[in-house]
Structures are given as C-alpha cells and as structure tokens.
C-alpha cells in the first residue's frame, strides 16, 4: 500500500490528522506525504498507522499520539501526564515577555521568574528562549509542579531547547519559598510569578469529552476552578510579609467566567495589588496580571 492508499483508505478522518499520523509513523514531514504520494508503506507501519488513527477515533488528542505539541513556535514533548499546551497560553507568554522586555531596557533589577504548574515547561522555557539576547546572567528562571511525571518531561524539554531553569517539586509555591528561608533577598530583587493552574470546574470538565484523555488534576481545581489560585495568592501575600520582596508581578491564566471572582480574591489577599486584564484572540479575558509592590518601601524615603 502506497502513502496516497492509505490516506485515502481512512477518508471519513480528518485529511489533516491522517497526515500528521503517517508523518509520525514514518519518522518524516508532511511535505514529504505530499511529494512522495506513491511511496510504499511497509506492513508494520500500516498496522502502526492503524492502531493510532483507531486511538485518534477514540478522542484521544494528536499530541499524545506523536508525542509532540508546536507551542510559540517551538516543539515540546509531551505525554499522559502532561497537559497538552494550548494556543490560549500564548498570550500569556507573549504579555510576560513584553513586560520584561520593558523592564529590562528600563531598570537594572535583578528578575527570578518562577512558573508555577509547569506542566510540560512550555511557558518558562518559551519566555527563557525569547528573552535569551537580553538575559545576560540577570534573570533566574523556576518552575514548580507537583507532578514529578511532568516535571520529568518538562526537564527534558528544558534540555532540548537548551534553557537553563531549575525545576523544583512540589505545591505550588512551597518549594520555592523553601528555597529562601535562610536566604535574605536582596532590595534589588523583583519576582515575576507566572500560573497556568487547573481552573476548569468538575461540571466544565464532564461536559468536554475532548479533554477526558488529559490528566484532569491539571484541568479541575474545587471552589468553581479558583481554589489552586485563591491557594497560590495566599501563599505569595504570606512570602511578601515574611521575606518583604520589594516587587511581584504575577501573570495567571483564567477562564473568562472567573474575571470578578478572581479579581476580588487578589484584592483580598493582596489589598494593594494593581490589576489589568488581558483578553484572548476570541475578545474573552484571559491573562490577569497583578503588580505588587511591597508597602515598606512605599513607606520608605
Ligand atoms: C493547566 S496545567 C498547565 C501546564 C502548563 N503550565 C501549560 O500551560 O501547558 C496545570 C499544571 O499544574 C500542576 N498542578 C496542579 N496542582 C498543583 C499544585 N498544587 N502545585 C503545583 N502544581 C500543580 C499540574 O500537575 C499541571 O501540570
């Protein structure tokens, strides 16, 4: 069987899926299916091919098939215990490089990003990648999760892409903290706290069999989606008093339902939080980004 045959044997699937598969299954691009129509396919990877286009049937997503995700122009590894990155977060990546674009060419400050549910590291690794040409040894780079499945993948990826970040375990951000106990940071010091968390409620979740595939304690938080973030909130208003860093900027993704719910929350954790809004390519709110500054030094001459 040729590569034209089978694509048009399974003709009742998306043109589009089938390539991407084959591609896959025969270790080469898409361009080459389309130069190389009456290219033969050998009987294993025929059955190869069968076995994923029947997963493909079944709802399971492309990127666990191949393994791979394009996010920001870049390819990540990914698998079963990794969301798979969606386009949605782009926007956040891009806010987050604008604001430390701007920061750096303004201020001398020394930054430590730190992602917060990294996931598969598609956010750390996309900003650390995108600001390489400016970051010369000023900014440090973190993500957490509480995955250790996931934070193995996001290593690798790390890896591949050649960013330098330190992955740590844990909740939220319990390991970070940890890391400065015995550590006093410094004035200079300005922390940008980046989240994609869970924030789908368990009702959003069974009404979109789409995402059954993908672990759901990655997709479902309690509390109508806000509990990881109203946790995440606590957890930084506490670190500001204790460890009085001078500036956090946090940027968090959230599904346009929760804008007033979350909003309340950060001013009940952090009174003085300055809040802006960032909608999606649909027109919906998608990106909240919180600026901090810590009172004492307002206070201060
Ligand atoms: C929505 S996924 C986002 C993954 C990645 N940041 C992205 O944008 O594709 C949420 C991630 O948060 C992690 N997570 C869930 N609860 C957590 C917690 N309490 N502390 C740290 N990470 C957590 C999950 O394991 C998952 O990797």
């Not at 089978?6 to 130069?35: G, M, N, P, W």
């Not at 892409?161 to 010091?189: A, D, M, P, R, V």
């Amino acid at each position: 069987m040729t590569i034209s045959q089978i694509l048009k044997k399974y003709h009742h699937i998306d043109l589009l899926d089938l390539q991407v598969i084959l591609a896959h299954v025969l270790q080469k691009s898409r361009e080459f299916l389309i130069t190389h129509e009456t290219e033969p396919i050998s009987f294993f990877n025929q059955l190869k091919f069968k076995r994923l286009v029947n997963k493909r049937k079944s709802g399971i997503s492309i990127a666990y098939l191949t393994g791979h995700k394009e996010f920001f122009r870049l390819d990540f590894l990914v698998n079963k215990h990794t969301l798979v990155p969606r386009p949605d977060t782009e926007i956040l990546v891009e806010t987050v490089i604008s604001h430390i674009t701007y920061h750096i060419t303004h201020n001398n400050d020394k930054l430590t990003l730190v992602d917060v549910g990294t996931g598969s590291g598609c956010i750390p690794i996309a900003i650390n990648k995108a600001i390489k040409q400016w970051n010369n040894g000023t900014i440090s780079v973190y993500a957490t999760d509480i995955s250790k499945s996931a934070l193995n993948v996001a290593k690798q990826n790390a890896q591949i892409h050649n960013t330098k970040i330190t992955f740590l375990h844990g909740n939220l951000l319990e390991s970070f903290i940890q890391q400065y106990n015995n550590k006093t940071i410094e004035q200079y010091e300005h922390l940008i706290i980046t989240a994609n968390l869970p924030y789908l409620t368990e009702e959003q979740f069974t009404k979109e069999p789409s995402i059954h595939h993908e672990p759901k304690s990655a997709l479902v938080a309690e509390k109508n989606g806000l509990a990881l973030y109203e946790e995440l909130l606590k957890q930084i208003a506490q670190s500001c008093t204790t460890y009085h860093i001078p500036h956090i900027t946090c940027f968090f993704e959230i599904d346009p339902n929760q804008t007033n719910t979350i909003q309340k929350l950060i001013l009940n954790y952090l009174p003085k939080g300055h809040i802006i809004i960032t909608k999606d390519l649909a027109g919906f709110d998608r990106v909240v980004k919180i600026t901090h500054h810590f009172p004492f030094l307002e206070a201060s001459p």
